[in-house]
């Protein structure tokens, strides 16, 4: 879901306030030439990564502990291998083909005719087993001597134009020294009583403040949930179908202008319906007592997460491969799978030569009176934004704890891309998320009110959210009950932050 071989966004709060943001995004090569019916994986996807020079680049600026001890746990877990979480082991068998497709996915994700104890058995796969990764342990004590110089200008560097020019790929040793981080294009948002902080594109921070704009203007508060789906499905929409004719997101002040929100508006269709039975979120199963398939839809992807201090300094983090596997190759002296980016995946933007595809990823930080209250982001492709916005307005419009927001029955705008790689939304139509509360009753209220709604019993298919709340004393953190993420004990700090 997330490694060196990928792209990231990151948001960081200062203990001055200041906020700032990082574009660590993967770059199209110089010598990209698209072709006509390009594949989603393989080489040929693969553009520049940017974890490496994002993660330096930050530590250079606000880091304090030696970069090779921070290295270090990582290099361990290479080393000495990790338990497969379920989720973890669906995937590697989901992917097992791929990974017999190439020698460097081969020889680190599955064990080998040796019987060494390098990856996983195949077909066998579960959870449980234990996955070392003795190469990339090698590879990352490399990075931790030497930094993002090792990564984009050493031993590294060759190794992967060389297997790039070997595979018929694209990035050369040029492409990666020529690689730099660039600032996070930072917007905020005033809603309600708080500002919401994000990054606009390449980063989805962009799609977040113009679903939330559209909400600025209703009192979401008093809508029934019923009613509340079919405004945030609108507005999401709304958001998604705007990024046709404004995919690079050029000036920033038109993602926060009143004025698109007020235009927007007028083609919702809202409403009144009548509060309805929810089913109880405190009696849903703990998400660990039961099997589940933890794959959920193909776009259930991408790595969050968030961490803060007691000095308010807070960062949220968002980092992909894009789909499970990225690519699905790795270069076998390095052991890392690189990110797809190039042809089927990315399709909707203009692909050219030092162009970084945006996404759908969105840090966020929330504030009021200049002091942070939360900070989340989400995993999940385009469900996204449509995970951030609906836990935002749970938390914020309807009063509820981080908890219970994160764990509320979500909905995601019905949307598909066309012949032309350019997405299409049906404003009146929706996907529920039956198992997290939806009932038969509000499926039978919104067709009445002539919404085309699709039922949706698998798991982990709305996103995966991961926050921590700032209250008082106190720092505690949550992650998405309908995934396998975890979040620390609350810690009491010494005094209000």
Known sequence: MSGLGGRAQALVRLPSGAMVGYNGMTEIPDGFTPSPNMPESGYTTVATPGLVAMLWKMHSVHGKLPFSELVQPAIEYAERGFV??????????????????????????????????????????????????????????????????????????????ADMEKNGGFVSGQDLADYQVLPGRYIRLPYRDVV???????????????????LNLYDVSALSDASWALLVSQALGLSFDAMSSDYQERYLELLTDPQWAKEARKSIRLPQ?????????????????????????PDAHTSHFVTADCSGQTVSVTQTLGPVFGANVATPELGFVYAATMGGYLRTGIQTPGDRPRTSI?????????????????????????????????????????????????????????????????????????????????????????????????????????????RGAKLSAAADPDWEGTASATTSCAKDI
Do not use: C
């Open 84 to 161: 497969l979480l379920p989720g973890e082991a669906a995937r590697h068998k989901s992917k097992q083909e791929k990974m017999r497709a190439d020698p460097g996915m081969r020889e680190h994700f599955l064990h080998g005719p040796s019987g060494d104890n390098v990856g996983v058995a195949p077909e066998s796969t579960a959870a449980g087993d234990l996955l070392s990764q003795p190469v990339l342990a090698q590879t990352l004590s490399v990075i931790a001597r030497g930094g993002a110089d090792a990564f984009y200008r050493g031993d590294i560097a060759r190794l992967i134009s």
């Open 273 to 297: 319906l009548n509060q309805l039975a929810q089913a109880d979120q405190s009696n849903r199963p703990d998400h660990t007592a039961y099997v589940t398939d933890w794959i959920g839809t």
């Open 362 to 470: 969105a840090p966020v930080i929330i504030t009021r009176n200049d002091k942070v209250i939360a900070a989340l982001g989400a995993a999940g492709g385009i469900r996204i934004p449509s995970a951030i916005v609906q836990t935002i307005s749970r938390y914020i419009d309807q009063g509820k704890s981080l908890r219970a927001a994160l764990a509320a029955p979500r909905i995601h705008p019905e949307s598909t891309i066309n012949d032309s790689n350019q997405r299409v939304v049906n404003l009146d139509a929706f996907d529920a998320e039956m198992s997290a509360g939806w009932t038969e009753q509000h499926l039978q209220a919104w067709d009445s009110a002539g919404f085309s709604v699709k039922p949706v019993t698998t798991r982990a298919s709305f996103g995966r959210v991961h926050a921590v709340e700032f």
């Open 196 to 214: 919401i902080h994000t990054l606009a594109a390449p980063a989805g921070g962009g799609l977040v403040v113009r679903a939330l704009s559209i």
